[in-house]
DNA sequence: CGAGCCCTTGACACTGTTCAAGGGCGGTGG
DNA sequence: CCACCGCCCTTGAACAGTGTCAAGGGCTCG
């Protein structure tokens, strides 16, 4: 099943069979991608949502130097470009980090879910709002933390929602970013992440070497980064569906 | 009518008259709270949605030593947190700026419009998306502008959305913020805040005094801010309805 | 008249940037 | 097979931008 992970684990988010049924049909064909690519460029019109099965994409804007803002990442599992759904175009770019897979829904076959399916489409909505609750969580992080702070709160933010889908190893998980990604994820340069990262290696919170972040001591990794989860909306147990 | 204003002068966003009835009569009486007031607290549930017609109000969000950081500003028109509808929790406090006037929408009545007016529902969807880029524009301004650069990124995004409803007199706006509240939405001190403004009355580029702004050189200061304005689906031109 | 809030200004400290150099690693072509 | 190149990470030193602390002035409200 394509969808098998979407919403995963997500209180306030219950899809039927009949309704995960409905979407996986919507979707087309599974497709890869290779790493660095863009797959929808700002401004122009798409007629399409991109839905994430494997690997991890960004969506990101960049300021007039050509320095890259992450604005999001995103995990299996997740409808990377729903937004474009009801705003028709994208007010950034959204490319892969890794190689992915992905598969793309039309928008009409949305369209034809708002009207005949409601309840699935609150649903979709409802993921569209976990974005934007993750869009307010960054903004407080750039506004409100210093620099290891930026980092350890993204980290915590990415092992949640990895091990809510499934992709979480205990504490540790794949993570293919460079130091670079990781900078314009937290406002930082390349240069401060490599001295962030070998810190919090130095004081035993987290290790990421190799696209493989390995969290050490999470109360003070969250500590640190000021992180509550309860915007992600991960439910009280996990449950293997 | 009260929601004369709502998505008023916005691409992709027509309402029938027929829709904007039914939304109007969803809406409960218009009540007045005054400034600095606590409309919804963050974690708590709610059953209705907050719509402003007069007045300012800001969804913030406090770190651990209680410096705050705003992550949404709402003008009149807008919807101020439909996102609850389907969260159903809100993941931040949201509060009064100045004296304002609200009217609320229970949740049922939405639930009831999505299952019987879907091209509505899906106007609703699309305001809440319009925060959601909203969000991006101000993680681009965190992660990549000078304290300068975020001050006239604010300042050019306010001028657009109150020009969109009628609020602009020219490039002049009333906007009740102390130097306190522009540095919780743009992650500076007030101290700061109170520099860069001097500089940019010195220059020319905009002068914030007493609760309005006025913009002397528009170009300049986006130039600055390096603001484009296609996020906000501004109609290309503006109409009064 | 005093209290409290808001704004301004100065001196200083600190966090993060910039610039620069070097090492490790993998891929590619001679 | 080896040399080379490009990318990624690391480290150092100097520097810039912003925060912190502190003091003072203007205004409104009680």
């Not at 070998?198 to 190799?210: E, I, K």
């Amino acid at each position: 099943l394509k969808t098998a992970q979407f919403l995963r684990n997500r209180r306030g988010a219950q899809l039927s069979p009949a309704e995960r049924d409905l979407l996986e049909r919507a979707l087309g064909p599974a497709v890869i991608v290779p790493a660095r690519q863009i797959v929808v460029e700002k401004g122009l019109p798409v007629g399409f949502s991109t839905f994430l099965m494997a690997g991890f994409m960004a969506r990101y804007m960049d300021d007039r130097a050509g320095h890259r803002q992450l604005v999001a990442l995103h995990v299996p599992g997740e409808f990377v470009d729903l937004h474009a759904f009801p705003l028709q175009v994208l007010d950034h770019d959204l490319g892969t980090l890794s190689d992915v897979t992905i598969a793309t829904v039309g928008h009409d076959r949305l369209t034809a879910i708002t009207e005949q399916a409601p309840h699935l489409a609150r649903m979709l909505w409802f993921s569209t709002l976990l974005d934007a609750a993750m869009h307010r969580e960054w903004i407080f992080r750039l506004g409100r933390l210093s620099g290891a702070g930026r980092v350890a709160h993204f980290l915590c933010e990415t092992w949640y929602r990895l091990d809510a889908v499934g992709l979480a190893d205990g504490h540790a998980f794949r993570l293919p970013l460079t130091q670079s990604d990781l900078g314009e994820a937290c406002g930082l340069t390349n240069v401060h992440v490599s001295r962030v990262l070998s810190r919090l290696r130095r004081q035993g919170l987290v290790d990421a070497t190799d696209g493989v972040v390995r969290i050490g001591d999470f109360p003070a990794l969250a500590r640190l980064g000021e992180f509550e989860p309860d915007y992600l909306f991960i439910a009280d147990r996990l449950v293997v569906p």
